[in-house]
């Protein structure tokens, strides 16, 4: 499927987990154009939508960045006819709406994740052909196959900020690994209430296995 | 909102009209036996990097159509306003158009609106059009510029993909003079350093694909001004050709002459008066 995609693409790793109080969502930083040249190796994935939501972009970058383009603002006339924060729900709708109107065209996915004060912390699911789906945490992307295994074994409903990284931390490096196109720098963003906090961790610093 | 562009674009959302033209397109000419003309690339090896005092840019200045050198000093640095300038790769005509609207839509913001434009305005209204387009535009670009907010340097893909770096070569040399950025590259680097970079990265490009080649154009952006030296450096391989192909009687020798008379005969006889006043 990543090799029908003309131009650069992300062929990618993403995730998106809630833990005790906010979510965690992160993603690698690579970008490739025909599975076999890496374009860029800083590539930002995580694209800030809202003050407190954030979404991760999976495909065509082109693509992926001009519905992301379209919907912050979107989303940001949404929030000031409103007159309040707009809920997580909106911003994967609005997300939504743009794929699957014209999913003949695109070639983009994205992890919708963030905090309002109705629901609090949550994660979204905006699939290629524009299926909606809410998780309590997500994986995508094509490096996303190695870790479903991982994932499943290893989460735990209301986990603590500290173990919700590590588990992030360790997904992301374990599907770098093994994806050729996933690798670079892992970035991690932290949404909570009370802000956003961003990190970057250079590959060196990532977790390292068994075999490395 | 409103401001004035050189060309409308679309009240909301995406505009995906011209996909079915280009499907179209393709069927009447691979239908009729007919080919689709040959866009003339550029075949290029350009660069760019952010230094402490502004941005350096690099471009070769060959043109190919095929296997001939159809540009030997080809400008590929455009200007885009008065303190940033693009570097175009791809199809020729598809980065000067693409360029030349840029420009123009800048200059009547910059008029409407009082304000000096910003690169990532310009990345912005490159990134729309681009991908209005689906990729049938050509054009991989590397802008460059300095504004209130700083030195910026930013890729933008044909498909409208962009990227904020701070050094990129694109073209397709672009791999040898990637390895000499990726060598020497570090940040806030003096202006001199950095303009001898950009130069060893252009020239490997131009030593390592045929397709560029010739002379070397440098661009300096800076917040005091531009300083465009074109060209940097001039190929070493440099012909002498004569350009004046009058030769003076003689030069031929003649060996022959044999003069035939016309035998004509004066049928009919017009006069027509012309007032000469």
């Known amino acids: 499927m990543d090799s029908q995609i003309?131009?650069?693409?992300?062929?990618?790793?993403?995730?998106?987990?809630?833990?005790?109080?906010?979510?965690?969502?992160?993603?690698?930083?690579?970008?490739?154009?025909?599975?076999?040249?890496?374009?860029?190796?800083?590539?930002?994935?995580?694209?800030?939508?809202h003050d407190r939501i954030f979404c991760c972009i999976a495909g065509s970058l082109a693509d992926a960045q001009a519905v992301t383009k379209a919907a912050k603002f979107q989303i940001s006339f949404h929030s000031i006819q409103m007159e309040s924060p707009p809920l997580v729900k909106a911003a994967a709708s609005v997300l939504k709406e743009l794929c699957y109107n014209n999913k003949e065209e695109l070639q983009a996915g994205f992890i919708t994740a963030g905090w309002d004060r109705k629901k609090g912390p949550q994660v979204y699911t905006v699939a290629l052909g524009g299926?909606?789906?809410?998780?309590?945490?997500?994986?995508?992307?094509?490096?996303?196959?190695?870790?479903?295994?991982?994932a499943d074994a290893k989460y735990k409903p209301d986990m603590s900020k500290e173990e919700c990284l590590q588990f992030a931390t360790n997904a992301l490096a374990l599907a770098m690994g093994r994806?050729?196109?996933?690798?670079?720098?892992?970035?991690?963003?932290?949404?909570?209430?009370?802000?956003?906090?961003?990190?970057?961790?250079?590959?060196?610093?990532?977790?390292k296995f068994h075999d490395e | 909102m409103a401001l004035s562009n050189v060309v409308e674009t679309p009240a909301s959302g995406f505009n995906f009209e011209n996909v079915s033209r280009n499907v179209a397109l393709k069927g009447l000419l691979e239908g009729g036996h007919t080919k689709a003309p040959k866009p003339m690339k550029t075949g290029t090896t350009i660069a760019g990097l952010v230094c402490k005092d502004g941005v350096v840019?690099?471009?070769?200045?060959?043109?190919?159509?095929?296997?001939?050198?159809?540009?030997?000093?080809?400008?590929?640095?455009?200007?885009?306003?008065?303190?940033?300038?693009?570097?175009?790769?791809?199809?020729a005509a598809d980065t000067e158009k693409t360029t030349d609207l840029l420009s123009s839509n800048l200059t009547i913001f910059s008029m409407n609106s009082g304000r000096n434009p910003r690169v990532v305005m310009a990345v912005n209204?490159?990134?729309?059009?681009?991908?209005?387009?689906?990729?049938?535009?050509?054009?991989?670009?590397?802008?460059?510029?300095?504004?209130?907010?700083?030195?910026?340097?930013?890729?933008v893909g044909p498909y409208g993909s962009i990227d904020n770096v701070p050094y990129l070569a694109m073209g397709s040399g672009d791999l040898a003079a990637l390895g000499i950025l990726e060598d020497r590259f570090k940040p806030n680097m003096e202006l001199e350093e950095a303009k001898e970079l950009v130069r060893d990265a252009?020239?490997?490009?131009?030593?390592?694909?045929?397709?560029?080649?010739?002379?070397?154009?440098?661009?300096?952006?800076?917040?005091?001004?531009?300083?465009?030296?074109?060209?940097?450096?001039?190929?070493?391989?440099?012909?002498?050709?004569?350009?004046?192909?009058?030769y003076r009687p003689g030069t031929t020798s003649i060996l022959t002459e044999k003069i035939v008379p016309l035998e004509l005969e004066v049928v009919q006889e017009t006069v027509q008066r012309m007032d000469t006043a």
């Open chain 1, 179 to 207: 994806d050729n196109v996933s690798g670079g720098v892992a970035h991690l963003v932290v949404i909570t209430e009370e802000g956003v906090e961003h990190m970057v961790i250079p590959g060196d610093k990532l977790p």
């Open chain 2, 57 to 91: 840019l690099g471009a070769d200045t060959r043109a190919t159509s095929g296997e001939v050198v159809a540009d030997k000093m080809c400008a590929k640095i455009h200007y885009i306003s008065p303190n940033m300038y693009c570097c175009g790769a791809g199809t």
């Open chain 2, 125 to 155: 209204i490159l990134q729309d059009m681009l991908f209005r387009y689906r990729g049938q535009i050509g054009a991989s670009l590397i802008l460059g510029g300095v504004d209130c907010t700083g030195n910026h340097l930013y890729t």
């Open chain 1, 131 to 150: 299926m909606l789906l809410s998780q309590p945490f997500t994986i995508g992307g094509s490096g996303s196959t190695y870790i479903y295994g991982y």
């Open chain 1, 6 to 49: 003309k131009g650069v693409s992300t062929g990618t790793t993403i995730l998106a987990v809630t833990f005790n109080g906010g979510v965690i969502i992160g993603s690698d930083s690579r970008a490739s154009i025909g599975g076999s040249y890496v374009s860029s190796k800083t590539i930002n994935k995580l694209i800030q939508v």
């Open chain 2, 202 to 246: 252009i020239h490997s490009g131009i030593m390592s694909d045929l397709a560029s080649g010739n002379n070397i154009d440098i661009c300096v952006i800076t917040k005091q001004g531009v300083d465009y030296i074109r060209p940097y450096q001039e190929s070493e391989y440099k012909d002498k050709r004569q350009r004046r192909y009058k």
